[in-house]
């Protein structure tokens, strides 16, 4: 009786602590699983930094104490989008809605175009109502439907688990960064930058 009891007592303290645990999972949401937002990311507010008049003939703001590869344009450091330990290290959505890593403001020399929608715009659907299935490509150039699409180069590396035959994918208008779209995964709950190509 004594060991039914001790079990008993165990396996309720066990079924609280992961209930516990279950619990804060879902208060920063769970991730991919088939899982589609019903809408894009909010505008990010653009930033304005303080920015202190230079005296006549001083260098351009640019050189001006800036490290030598952000001068060249080289990329940012990569940053952790992981905000709990199972969610992946990419750009993702919760399913409580929440787009992590979507916080790049629209001065980002990253995202800059010099000819934003230079294939066009896409109008084959956005949201949930509209998820495609890869048909094949890879990051450089995918399709899907007779859509053709490239990923951002800075987002290389948030797509090397993509099936690009297989996987369902939504699109997203990027509010912030004119040219460019958000190709969410539904499998994975990751999202990276696209280009439409035609």
């Known amino acids: 009786m004594k060991t039914l009891a001790v079990f008993s007592i165990t396996f309720l303290l066990l079924t609280i602590g992961v209930y516990g645990q279950e619990k804060g999972r879902e208060e920063h949401g769970r991730v991919g699983g088939g899982y589609v937002p019903q809408h894009g990311p909010p505008p990010t507010r653009p930033s304005t930094p303080h920015v202190t008049p230079e005296p006549h003939g001083a260098p351009p703001p640019a050189q001006h104490g800036a490290p030598p590869a952000a001068q060249h344009g080289a990329p940012a450091p990569q940053r952790s989008f992981r905000d709990v330990p199972s969610h992946p290290e990419a750009p993702h959505v919760h399913t409580n809605g929440q787009w992590v890593g979507h916080d790049a403001g629209p001065n980002d020399p990253r995202y800059h175009l010099d ?23 890879s990051r450089e150039r995918f399709w899907f439907n007779n859509f053709y699409w490239s990923v951002a180069p800075f987002d290389y590396a948030y797509v090397g688990d993509w099936l690009w035959d297989s996987d369902p994918i939504v699109i997203y208008e990027d509010p912030d960064h004119p040219g460019w779209y958000l190709a969410y995964n539904a499998r994975l709950g990751t999202y990276v930058h696209v280009e439409y190509l035609g």
């Open 115 to 137: 000819h934003p929608f230079a294939h066009g715009h896409f109008a084959g659907g956005f949201g949930p109502g509209h998820v495609f299935h890869l048909q094949g490509g």
